[in-house]
Structure formats: C-alpha cells, structure tokens
C-alpha cells in the first residue's frame, strides 16, 4: 500500500487506517511541537532516521501499558534511586548517546531538532520525566508526553543493567499517582513481566487517543 507524503505546513494527518500492514501511514512535513501533538491525538508516532524524511506510523496492533497494574511486588535493583521531572535536559542527552549510533542509522535516532521541540513540549508542562540514578550519576530513564490520561513513552535508556526496566516501572507508578491511567508503548519497547501490558487494535488505541484528548482540553 502506497504511503502519504505530508506537505510542509500543513498540519493535517491522513486517517490512521490508511496505514500499512508494518504501521507506516506518511513521510515528510515539518517537525513541530503543534505537528507531534496532533500526531499523539490521532494514534500516530513518528520515527526520525539521519539525514531522512520523518517517517509517520501507526502500527496494528498498538502496545500499551496500564499504568497502575502489577507494581506492587517488584522490589527496587540495588542501589538504584529513581526522580520524576527534575533533570530533563541531561536525560535527553543520555537518550542521545544510547540511541545515536552513526553506524547504525536506526528509527530510535534521536536529532537536535527532536531535544528542542521535547524541550519545549517540557516547558508547556506535557512532559513526564523518570529518571534513574545510582552513586548520584544519571544512568537511565523514561520519558513521554502526557494529555488527558494518557502518556505517549518517547524513549527509555540505561546504563546499567535493568535500569531501563526500572525507569518503566517507576513511571507506571508515578503516572498512576497523577491520574493518569495508560502508557503507550508504541510498537517495541523494554518489557517488564510485573507490568499489565495489552495489545489494542487500531481503532480501540486511535478512539483511546481522542478520549485522553478531550479530557486534555477540558482540563
């Protein structure tokens, strides 16, 4: 199935459904904060490669994480002390180094024109921030962006091992303790075993996505 190509400017988004069998709905359009927002309320995410066009995808089916499931019995690595929302901008730049690989060239590739509009998006207040740390040096963490009850995960990263498991887990039970009920974990991501994850079809995450919008805008 052929993809959309999205004009720069124009904000809009082809319907979700329009997707492929492997998720890939569009390319193209400038990146903004306005255009990223639109994209989480419609079940969309983007992927970013170097030196390409940012790749639109909404796959089938959708991996998400009810956030205040199963947390209970999971005891904390030791040594490990977890934040919320206290040291963004090093998180970034630790995301960064996990997933800049130039000889890779992957989809997790994460542009200075992404910091900036994260940052931004930080500023707005939309941004949830866990991040881990042991002997008080930064070694992992998660981040997304929240509307309504709903958090779109970005990125994750760990030094150590189980950090990135860890980062997951704590945001689960923050996330819970501000109301808001579901992490969207787009298509791959680190998978914890005490945490409830579920497979939503298309249509029941892109109906979640418009719900936790409008609980956005009453708000």
């Excluded at 949830?128 to 008080?136: A, F, I, M, Y």
């Excluded at 997951?168 to 298509?187: F, N, P, V, Y």
Aim: glycine share 10%; proline share 4%.
């Amino acid at each position: 199935m052929p993809y959309f190509e999205l004009k720069k400017g124009d904000l809009n988004f082809p319907p979700a459904h329009f997707a492929d069998l492997d998720g890939l709905l569009a390319v193209g359009g400038d990146m903004t904060a306005d255009r990223l927002l639109l994209a989480y309320q419609n079940g969309i995410y983007y992927w970013h490669h170097p030196m390409k066009h940012v790749r639109w995808w909404s796959p089938d089916p959708r991996i998400v994480l009810e956030s205040g499931g199963g947390t209970e019995t999971e005891s904390t690595p030791s040594g490990f002390q977890s934040t919320v929302n206290t040291a963004f901008e090093a998180l970034l730049r630790l995301c960064q180094q996990e997933n800049n690989d130039p000889g890779a060239m992957g989809p997790a590739w994460l542009s200075e024109r992404m910091f900036r509009i994260f940052s931004e998006l930080e500023g707005q207040g939309l941004v949830h921030s866990q991040e881990v740390w042991e002997d008080g040096e930064l070694i992992g963490g998660f981040f997304g962006i929240c509307l309504g009850d709903l958090c779109f995960g970005e990125y994750c990263a760990g030094k150590s091992n189980g950090a990135a498991e860890y980062a997951i887990r704590e945001a689960a039970r923050s996330l819970a303790g501000k109301g808001i009920r579901w992490m969207d974990l787009q298509k791959e991501t680190a998978r914890c075993g005490d945490l409830d994850y579920r497979e939503l079809s298309r249509v029941a995450y892109v109906d979640l996505c418009r719900q936790a919008t409008d609980r956005h805008k009453r708000v």
